[in-house]
T-cell receptor
Framework: GAVVSQHPSRVICKSGTSVKIECRSL??????MFWYRQFPKQSLMLMAT?????????EQGVEKDKFLINHASLTLSTLTVTSAHPEDSSFYIC???????????FGPGTRLTVL | SQQGEEDPQALSIQEGENATMNCSYK?????LQWYRQNSGRGLVHLIL?????REKHSGRLRVTLDTSKKSSSLLITASRAADTASYFC????????????FGTGTRLTIIP
């Protein structure tokens, strides 16, 4: 399958700071990427769909001003958690949509801990 | 919530035995996919089955799909310790927006 990287893999920050997570497509140009959040021992919940060159589409209940998504190139999407609070501590995973078909390739995830 | 349900939530079996996990979903789908997640890691795509398919095989994996019951099963034969992981089903709805809805997951533990 395709290779998707995320950076950083782990981040610990103080409450009130902003954290940027990068998701890179290494094998092909991805016009569509997805951002998910996973709380401990739970499933993945889709946060938003990131579209290259246009605004992201957010799922119901996800604050677009808090979770800023930028997909400025075909190989990079970024998620910025603004003014992070302890309840934002979670595992954030991105995925890219394969050019043909419905398969998604997932990044290794970023563990965010907000103190 | 449109999230699918998986059962069992947790499954422990002896190495060499077969493991069966089930997934139910709520809406009409284009396809259903199974993923594996090792603890604290990303997801690995295992297999995709389309809505017009009933069964699919890949190595030691066998997936069935029953669209009339809105359910799928994943069978892992001759389990190995390395199969220890969480397994999730994911569906994308038939109105084709390619978003995946994940099931609640099954935590599989293979006992050596």
């Amino acid at each position: 399958g395709a290779v998707v990287s995320q950076h950083p893999s782990r981040v610990i920050c103080k409450s009130g700071t902003s954290v940027k997570i990068e998701c890179r497509s290494l094998d092909f140009q991805a016009t569509t990427m997805f951002w998910y959040r996973q709380f401990p021992k739970q499933s993945l919940m889709l946060m938003a769909t990131s579209n290259e060159g246009s605004k992201a589409t957010y799922e119901q209940g996800v604050e677009k001003d808090k979770f800023l998504i930028n997909h400025a190139s075909l190989t990079l999407s970024t998620l910025t958690v603004t003014s992070a609070h302890p309840e934002d501590s979670s595992f954030y995973i991105c995925s890219e949509l394969a050019p043909l078909g419905n398969e998604q390739f997932f990044g290794p995830g970023t563990r965010l801990t907000v103190l | 919530s449109q999230q699918g349900e998986e059962d069992p939530q947790a499954l422990s079996i002896q190495e060499g035995e077969n493991a069966t996990m089930n997934c139910s979903y709520k809406t009409s789908i284009n396809n259903l996919q199974w993923y594996r997640q090792n603890s604290g890691r990303g997801l690995v795509h295992l297999i995709l089955i389309r809505s017009n398919e009933r069964e699919k095989h890949s190595g030691r994996l066998r997936v069935t799909l029953d669209t009339s019951k809105k359910s799928s099963s994943l069978l892992i034969t001759a389990s190995r310790a390395a199969d220890t992981a969480s397994y999730f089903c994911a569906t994308d709805a038939s109105f084709g927006n390619e978003k995946l809805t994940f099931g609640t997951g099954t935590r599989l533990t293979i006992i050596p």
